[in-house]
Each structure stands twice: as structure tokens, then as C-alpha cells.
């Protein structure tokens, strides 16, 4: 874990489009990050019509998405959110590096960033702290999208 995030910069997000897509599994956690994204988003000035939410099943489909709304709609930004916990497999670690490589791929492509907010846990604890407890993750990635909305305008306009 980083213990050295950059300091948040004030960004005047009221002209920016955020496409949002976030999973079904581990529902309360990811709600809890898709509010925390949202809130964080709307108090930088993004207009609520201006966020498009879509869910899809799993981590593993956050790529997929993320490719359709990149493709689709004329974004600044997008933010993937999910929840990974361990369990007795690595099957949690592959659908994170899955996640991890599609969503960079999809960036790449589309040329429109995307924040990997996926919550990598080793247990449910850890995975409540980031989601729901004193480490806001959901604004962390809500400013990233911001500023990387903002260098996307500054770069391309």
C-alpha cells in the first residue's frame, strides 16, 4: 500500500462526461465506492446527468464494458469499480490481472483513461476498510478521473 498519494488539485469537472461501470458481485462494498465516485465526482461540479452508470456481473467484465462506453459515448473519463476478495483459490488474483490488462487495454484504445478502481482485499476486513471505512478509495479514484479528464481536454481540445 502507498502511503505517499499525490495531494488532491482543485478540477472544475462541470464540462466533463464520466461513463461509470461497476459490478454486481460484492454488492455493498461496490455500492459503497460507486456513492463515494459519485459524491466526490458531483461536488467537483460533474453534472449527475453528465455520469453514466452501467453494472455488469464481475470484475472480469469490467473491460468489456469499459470498451463499449469508450466506443459508444463521447467520454472524458472512465472509472471501473470492483470488489475482489481471496478465497481459497487464486482465482481472485487472475480476475484481478485480467481486470487490471483489459482495462488498460481498453484505455489504450479508446484513448480515453480509465481508472482501475478495482479493490484488490485479502479478506473481507480489508476489502471494508477501503470500501466503506476510514480509506475513502472511491473519492481517491473519483480525483484521479478528474485529472486525468482534465489532461485528456488539455492534451486534445
Known amino acids: 500500500m502507498s502511503l505517499d498519494a499525490p495531494a488532491p488539485i482543485t478540477i472544475d469537472g462541470s464540462h466533463f462526461t464520466v461513463g461509470v ?8 462494498l461496490v455500492e459503497a465506492l460507486l456513492k463515494q465516485v459519485i459524491d466526490h465526482l458531483v461536488a467537483a461540479g460533474v453534472h449527475s446527468t453528465a455520469i453514466q452508470v452501467e453494472r455488469v456481473p464481475g470484475s472480469n467484465e469490467l ?3 469499459a470498451q463499449l462506453l469508450g466506443e459508444e459515448y463521447e467520454l472524458d473519463v472512465i472509472v471501473a469499480l470492483g470488489v475482489l476478495i481471496r478465497g ?18 481498453v484505455a489504450l484504445s479508446t484513448r480515453t483513461a480509465v481508472i482501475n478502481g478495482v479493490v484488490v482485499a485479502e479478506n473481507f476486513e480489508q476489502a471494508d476498510a477501503r470500501c466503506r471505512g476510514k480509506i475513502n478509495r472511491g473519492a481517491e479514484f473519483a480525483h484521479a478521473a478528474l485529472e486525468m ?6 492534451i486534445l481540445s
Request: proline share 3%.
Open 21 to 28: 461501470v461497476a459490478t454486481r458481485y460484492n454488492t455493498e
Open 63 to 65: 473491460p468489456f464494458a
Open 88 to 105: 481459497d483459490t487464486i482465482h481472485y488474483q487472475l480476475i484481478a490481472e485480467s481486470a487490471t490488462q483489459g482495462l488498460q487495454s
Open 149 to 154: 479528464a482534465a489532461l485528456k481536454r488539455r
